[in-house]
Structures are given as structure tokens and as C-alpha cells.
């Protein structure tokens, strides 16, 4: 960050001062006896250290850490340690003062975090530069920040405190960084605060980041709601008045009731995922109840209310969310319902205490001030274990391990049940043999099957929430490949990968020997440095790889007769190399022109995962849609089917658009993916490789964008089966420089 030195002005002073002193009022009901004192300390430190730096806004530097301290003690209700962090979470970075000048002034637990705080900007500093292997990159990056965050979750507090003023105060950066810190934001921050349960901080980071990276979209779905503002508040106060009498005549005391907005990223998700108008989404906000009471009345008041409001509103039964029984693994505990509002309309009603309502505003540092009480759940302590558990395991790959905890950052936890009726918490997309790696490695190696309510299900079988799950066992079972298909937790995957390996070793040895004795017949000196060479010539990826393919026959050795090789090297090499390269020059314009390719030839493709739907057995020519079912694949359906409004309407992620092939009976769907990551000269070139030369698929169209380096890029693609999407996206996912690749419906 480029600053500029000028001692500020009296009344820049006085403005700091005043800065300061709202600080101390705003933690001063929470400080114990000396606290104060060392808060001033680490204010004289930060303020003499920053003394004449400002930041781009042109005001003086120290307002950011005042600012940062301010957030983390209201905002996010942490206490006296992390105020002190906070406003010296930029002084080791940008100033001669260190970290153990810290450990001095202010002692160990500050000086740590302090450092680790720096420590997540340069591990970034050094991603940065860095295009090659940047997944790889990116993944250790945050496995990193993770590390730090199960040491002491202040650190990753503090620095969201950090990102949340400068994601306000982002107006004053030139555009590129803009968008740039808005990506890390969302890629990295967001879901953090998500997964923290920072509630209010997670929706004001993304709706900042659409702002400034879709910022037409986001003004004007600002706009719309500001214009329909009139119209809400009134169907609210009809909505609440009622309510409110009925809650006062039934002797509940001390609660609100309101409406709230949804925030404008989650507006903006539902237009673009539901494929709809903004006029057409009916939730544009929530009712809120929250009742005051002590911990040991609360779940039985919020019952009473929600008995309450469906007197007063029909309620649709099966929307009700028991998050107080249940809580999420964020710690959030609530009680939700929809109900009939006037006019037909429905409205969601979420029932709390007001403990509940911190805990899903403010997250962990609520959580932590209510532990005392003997209402709270442990749910985040959980998770927070299972983060430290999952760090530990030092087989996992760094790319395995982020994917798993970015979707776990999402995705709902199932929770399930063993045969004994002890309640599991599980990644969401588990399948039976996760839930048995989850029990044990051992369970997880022999597992055949599972018994669930009664019925036997395979391995790959997906849990639902409230499954009991009885594991089956075989002494004759051991991992195979094709469980890494379905198995999602990292615990799983680590081992099954562990286990291929260790069994690949013992084949590959055959191969070796094969190896060896036809080198030995053709007369050559088997070194190191040969079977690498010969490893990179035919494209092996490793040695293991190679002498396993020569073992399994994938590999034939009477291949190695035709290399010329004359002191060790092989000469071929040279030839090859060119070759390479030539590919890699092709022009850019050559893959422009296949920018629009509408293919419709699908003849002699096989490996199709499709049926024909018979509730309407479309034939060849009809129009068609496919619907993907939870267990055999996806089904084909005439547009017409009576069944095609239910399934749209109820599920209509699941629907893929399909068209005949023109001359066979296969059917292709048409696919979007989304791919970003960090651009580099030649990025675009290699994504339409895969997608055209190397995998053969069809593209229907492909859209690109780069800022600062930050990609992102669109295509639709027509594809025969979900494995050939799944081999496309593998593909994509291990070019250089991809990030991420996700479906999006086309
Ligand atoms: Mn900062």
C-alpha cells in the first residue's frame, strides 16, 4: 500500500481523539480492571508507530486500526484482548516496531496474534506473483489461515475486522484492486464469516463485493427496493399489528417484532440461479420475533409464540425449521415457519430469544459470552474440533482439504444417527462409505453396504438428514478407485487415496521388473535420470505411475524399442518438444471462431447415463428436458409430460436442458461452467484445448472476463453423459491458474 507522510493537522488530532474516546465508551462495560490502561497503550503504540502515514482516502492512517478495534468490539462483541490486537494489527507489517517489542509492551497472547495476523498477509503477498500451481498455491494459503484460526480464532476475527473496513472504505481504490480484493473477499472471507456465524458481517461483505463487481446489478436491484419499500412496510405492519396485540394478550413480555430485508447479494443469487424477475420474488424479507427471557424459558416461549403466530396465520407445516432443538453448526439457533399472510402471500417468521438473535448476528463472540449459561450449544465448539482434527492430518493434500472445507463452509451438516441412536454430525453429500470412515478407517475399508430404514443400500448411497445408519462389513472388502467418486469428507478420501497407493506400490513393482528386463534386452543402462526421461517422454506423470501402467498392461513395453537413445538421453525427445510447442502457438483467433459451435452430431458415443422417463416415453424428435434423479442417472421427459410443471417447478435445479442428437438416439445436455482463477497469456488458450481438442466436447459458447488478473470466464457445453461433464471438469480443474469450476444452469 502506497502511503503518504504528513503529520496531521490539530483538528486531525482532535478527530482522532474523539475516534478513540467512542472506542473506549463502547468497551468500557466489558473491561475488567486494568484493561483499559493497556487498550491506551496499544492506542500511544499504533498512534506513534502510524504517526504521519495516511491511507488512500487521505486521512490519517491510525483511523483504520481505531476503526478495526471499534468493529471487533461492537460488531463482532469481542473483548479488551482483541481490541489491543486490533489496533496493532498493521504496526509489525508497515513499521519498524516487531513482534517482540510487542511481547514486552503488552505480553505473549497479544504478540502472537499479532504476528499471526501479519503472517496471513504474507503468506498472500507471496501467492500473489504466483500464476504456476496457484490451486495448490491458494489451498495451502488457506490451509494456513486455518491453522491459525484453530490456534486462536481471534486472529481470524480481528483480520475480518480488518477486511470489513476496508471493504467500506474500498470507494478509494483504483478499480483493478476493487474488484481483486472483492474476489479474495468472497472466495476466502465471506465464507469464513459465514462459517463463524457472523451473520450480519457475511452479508455486508458480499453485498459490497457484488457492489463493486457487478456494480450495475447491484444498483439496480438497490433501486427496485427502494421503490418498493412504501408497499413492504405497509404489508409488514398489517402483517405484525395483529400479532403484536395477540402476544401482549397472551402474556408475553419483553419482545420486538419486525420485518427484515433479504440483503441484496441474496437477491441477486435468486434472480440468477432461479432464472427470475425481481417483481417474482415473493420472500423480499422476514418477520422476526424475539422475546427476552431467561435461558432456562426460552425454548418454551418460542414454542408458545410459534403457537401463537399460526393462530393467527395458517402455517405450511413442512417449512418449519427446528434450528433451537438442532442447532446448526454455526451455532445458530432459531425457530422458523412460514405461514398464509394476507392476501395469500407467504411470509416468513423466524422465532428467538435474544440470546439466539446475538449468537446468529455476532456469532462466536456472542457464543463464547453466553457459554456460561447452560442453554448454549456446542456445535461450533464441534466444528471448531473437527477443524483442528481435519488440520492435523498431515496425509491430506492440500487441494482435498480446502474443497472439503470450503464446502463445508456451505453446505449443510446432515445429522444422523448409529445403530445405538447416538446423534453424528456429517458433511452434507456424505455417502454411506463416509459415514463408515467417519465411524472408523477400519469400518470404512471393509464396508460393503449400509442398513438403512430397513432397506440395504450400496456404499455410494447418499445420507438423508435423520437416517439411522447400521454399517455392513466384508473381511473380503478393500478400497478401489471408483469409491473416490462418491466419497466427499476428506477423512475418507485421505485414506482411500493412502490405500490405491500403497497397493499401486506393490503392483508397480511387477511392473519395474518387467521394466528392467527389457531394458536389459535392449542392451540399455537403466539410471535414475533415464526413467525420468522416459517417464516425461511417453507422459506418465511418475515413475510409480509408469511401472504400475506397464504392470496393468496400459503400458507397452515393446514401445521403448522405438527410442533412440545415445548416452544416456533419449534423442526423440527433441522431436516431441517441437511438437508441443507448435500446439501451444496456435493463434488465438482460431479458437474464436469456435465461439458459436451449435454441433449436433453425437453419432457412436457411448458411456450415456440417461433414461427414457416412461411416464411419457418421449421418442426420437419430441421436445425433451432431463430431470436428474437421486438414483439412476437422468431422465429423459417430453416437455409435455404431466409430469414436466411439478418437477420445474419443485426442483428446478435438477432440470438440464437436452436436445436429440440429430442423427442417433443420444441425447446431449447443455451444460454452464463457470471457471475462475488467475489469468496469464495463454489461460484461454488452454481452456478451449481441453474442452475442444483434448476432450472432444461441444461448445455452444464461451465468454470471458479479466480484471487484474482475476478471470472469469463462462461456457456452455453440449455433453453425452455426467461423466464426460465430470472428465471435463477434472480436466479444467488441473489446468494452471483455474481456481474453481462450477455449473451453473444454462
Ligand atoms: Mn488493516
Known sequence: MTRTFVVPSDDEKKMILKEYRSLIKICRPNLKPGDEARIQKAFEIAMREHEGTRRKSGEPYILHPIEVARIAAEEIGLGATSVICALLHDVVEDTDFTAENIKKELGPKVSRIVEGLTKIKIIKGVTKNKTKDSVAHQAENLKKILLT???????????????????????????????????????????????????????????????????????????????????????????????KEKLTDKGIKNFEIFGRSKSINSIFNKIKNKNVEFEEIADLFAIRIVVDVPPEQEKEDCWKIYSLVSDQYRPIVERLRDWISNPKSNGYESLHTTVMGPGGKLVEVQIRSKRMDEIAEKGVAAHWKYKGGKASGNALDNWLERVR??????????????????????????????????????????????????????????????????????????????????????????????????????KARTRIKADLKAEKRIIADDGKLIFERKMKSLKEEITRDLIDQIVTFYKQGDALTFFYNIATKQFNVAELKKLSIIGGKIQNIVDRKQNASKTEEEPAQEYEVNTDVDLQIFGGLDNVDYHIAPCCSPKQGDSVFGFITIASGIKIHRQSCPNAKDMKTRYPYRVVKTKWASESKDVSFLTGLRITGIDDVGLVNRLTGVVSRELGVNMRSISFDTVDGVFEGNIAVYVNSTKELNNLIKGLKALDGVHEVRKYST
Not at 481470524?156 to 474500498?170: E, S
Not at 450480519?200 to 450495475?216: F, G, R, S
Not at 481435519?390 to 480446502?402: G, M, S
Not at 446423534?423 to 456424505?430: A, D, E
Request: proline residues 4%; aromatic residues 8%.
Open 149 to 243: 484460526l484453530s490456534e486462536d480464532v481471534r486472529v481470524i476475527l480481528v483480520k475480518i475486522a480488518d477486511r470489513l473496513h476496508n471493504m467500506r472504505t474500498l470507494k478509494s481504490m483504483p478499480e483493478r484492486k476493487q474488484v481483486r480484493i472483492s474476489a479474495e473477499t468472497l472466495y476466502i472471507y465471506s465464507p469464513m464469516a459465514h462459517r463463524l456465524g457472523l451473520y450480519a458481517i457475511k452479508t455486508e461483505l458480499e453485498d459490497l463485493c457484488l457492489k463493486y463487481m457487478i456494480p450495475e446489478t447491484y444498483k439496480e436491484i438497490a433501486t427496485k427496493l427502494a421503490q418498493t419499500k412504501r408497499d413492504r412496510d405497509r404489508f409488514i405492519r398489517d402483517f405484525i399489528n395483529p400479532l
Open 389 to 490: 482434527e481435519a488440520l492435523q492430518n498431515q496425509d491430506a493434500d492440500a487441494v482435498d482439504f480446502v474443497n472439503d472445507f470450503k464446502h463445508n463452509l456451505y453446505e449443510k451438516d446432515l445429522y444422523v444417527f448409529t445403530p445405538k441412536g447416538d446423534l453424528r454430525t456429517i458433511r452434507g453429500g456424505s455417502t454411506v462409505i463416509d459415514f463408515a470412515f467417519d465411524i472408523h478407517s477400519e469400518v470404512g475399508r471393509k464396508c460393503i453396504g449400509a442398513k438403512i430404514k430397513n432397506k440395504l443400500q450400496p456404499i455410494s448411497h447418499k445420507l438423508s438428514n435423520g437416517d439411522q445408519i447400521e454399517i455392513i462389513t466384508s473381511k473380503k472388502q478393500k478400497p478401489s478407485k471408483d469409491w473416490l467418486e462418491f466419497a466427499v469428507t476428506s
